[in-house]
Each structure stands twice: as C-alpha cells, then as structure tokens.
C-alpha cells in the first residue's frame, strides 16, 4: 500500500496550496496521519500531523501558515499552505505517524521568489 499525495505546483512566495491525500480505511481511521516533505538535499522532515480525533501538531517551521484538516468520511487528509515561503520548496508526503507505509513518490511544491 502506498499512499499519494496530489496537489503540488508552482507558486510564488506567499501564495497558497492545498494538498491532498486519500488512504484506506483500515488506516486512516485509526493512525496519527502525517504529511512529511524533503528538500533537496535535505532529510525527509514530519511538517504536521493530526490524530483521529483533530489534535495537530506543526513543525515551528510552518505553525500559523500551514493547516492539517482532515476528512474522516472520505478518509482524506489535506495540507494547507498559506504564506509560502521559498524554503518551503519540497516533495511533499504523507503517511502515517509514525510512517508505517511504503513512501510514494510525492508530489513537489514549489515557491519562487
């Protein structure tokens, strides 16, 4: 199983984009679901997570632009970007929290300045 992301693009700074990601049931329903993003040459780093029940936690990196809303009927999970920044150029994941599921491919987000 792996889960995909969709949604990414190119933006200038301070501009918006929502991502979105749809997992089975048998997952999503009961997991922290996170979404995760790598830079190039940077390691892979959780951005935001939310549980089962609505608590979120972001990365001091995004608090306050980004949010993680979650759809448990339709077993989504989105990210919203607001304010982009260029340092938040990225391939864009999600997963589980912790990932528990083969990563796959993502999808980039870019911001220019």
């Known amino acids: 199983v792996q889960l995909q992301a969709s949604g990414g693009g190119l933006v200038q700074a301070g501009g918006s984009l929502s991502l979105s990601c749809a997992a089975p049931?048998?997952?999503?329903?009961?997991?922290?679901m996170g979404w995760y993003r790598q830079a190039p040459g940077k390691q892979r780093e959780l951005v935001a997570r939310?549980?089962?029940?609505?608590?979120?936690n972001y990365a001091d990196s995004v608090e306050g632009r980004f949010t993680i809303p979650r759809d448990n009927a339709k077993n989504t999970v989105t990210l919203q970007m607001n304010s982009l920044k260029p340092e938040d150029t990225a391939v864009y994941s999600c997963?589980?929290?912790?990932?528990?599921?083969?990563w796959g491919q993502g999808t980039l987000v870019t911001v220019s300045s």
């Open positions: 997963n589980t929290w912790l990932p528990s599921i083969s």
């Open positions: 049931g048998s997952i999503f329903n009961f997991k922290w």
């Open positions: 939310i549980s089962s029940s609505g608590a979120t």
